[in-house]
């Protein structure tokens, strides 16, 4: 673990990849010295926020070190169905790339099991890991200013779906209906860390 | 009630924001200007979670319906009420059927509007403030919006007039402490953002104070993967040209961040106007 500075507020902790991520994650989220205000993992970091009167970098740092990396929630009950129209700009695109055609791509996204890793794009967006090798491509050269809400995409070893419509650069497969994001709801995100997805043509 | 007769070019309802629900992917939000925000409330008497009206270069011209206790902080501008003047820094009583307009700011960009007992909308995932970015909190306020008046209100304030010293105008001075992503450039890079000066432009909102000036130009040709930012870090896009993290910035991001500002000097930033022009200068922190 490498611990970068970030301000006076916050340490960046560089890591192995996504499972020591959330390893890390998981374990602070447990339990974590006062003072510590925010964590969001992504996909080689962890940020923490802290508060400076409360608690020192130093500090931050000697816990991150010496804290041992917990068992992921997994929620195996809590299993999310994303019934999926496929019709996305890209979808023969990434058929031609990976050399099949648009019933192979739809065959490959529908037949995998995937899994929440973590959020932090947009309230509601989770990067789902579990998407099949060969549909793993760099994100596009160049990003779209509009993708429409229920956009289902892909980007390098990461599958979404857009919550909201906002610029984007992932490869579009398809669309769906199911709301992601509602702040009348508890959680207000359906996607949330540890949770398992599946899709499904409609 | 107060009734929004002009809203100016921005005006949002803002107050601590939203900590700790980064990783549903929510950033922080809440007034860009946390110390003058934090003062507004402090002389009308509110908690300190009360939330206030921001209002971005003047312009904001409210009625009340009810007696009212208020006070105006951040950028300093021309405050009537019912055409005479009022000060800034200072409490006032605003009288049922009374209009509150502000001009345009002498220097800084922001100004605060609280009132004893703060907005009293409904909070949105336990905070009023407008994510402009994300689109979580209230919609910005426009013409013949109507805000109830809240029940934030504590103690009185026992101060009449803070003597607080506006904005500056010329050229600022912002300190930064290197990293997490200064291994991304080159020490006459690194040593580049410390020397230059650099103009903040018209394209900055609540996001972040968008820089021009010379390009800071990464040492590496791969892919960043996302992670975690914070209010404050000076992102570098691939054009080179800088920009500060401001309330509403993004809650990850995909680019290197140069260099962090100390917190003491955020709010400096979100007072930064386009054209006013500014100095990095190499900051440590003690860990």
Redesign the interface.
Known sequence: MKIRPCGDQAVLAELNGIDAVLGLYTALRHERPTGIVDLVPAARTLLVRFEPRVISPREVTFFLENTQPSPVDRQPENTVTIPVHYDGADLAEVAERIGTDVTGVIGLHTAADYVVAFGGFAPGFGYLTGLDPRLHLPRRAVPRTRVPVGSVAIAGEYAGVYPRSSPGGWHLLGRTGISLWGTERTPPALLTPGTRVRFEAT | MIEIIRPGPLTTIQDLGR????????G?SGAADRRSAALANRLVGNENTAACLETTYGGLSVRFTRLARVAVTGAPCPITRDGRDEAMNAPFTVHSGQTVTLGRPASGLRSYLAVRGGIGVEP??GSRSTDVL???GPPALAAGTRLPIGADSASWATVEVAPVAPPPRGELELRV?????DDWFTPETRELLTSARYTVTADSNRVGARLDGPALTWNRHE?L??????T??IQVPPSGLPVIFLADH???GGYP?LG????DDIPVAAQATPGQSIRFRRYS?R?
């Open positions: 900590p700790g629900m980064a990783a549903l992917g929510v922080p949105v995932l994300s689109g979580v402490v290197p990293g997490p992503r892919e993967p996302s992670e975690g930012t914070v404050g870090a993004p809650v990850t961040v962090v500002l100390v917190s922190v860990r």
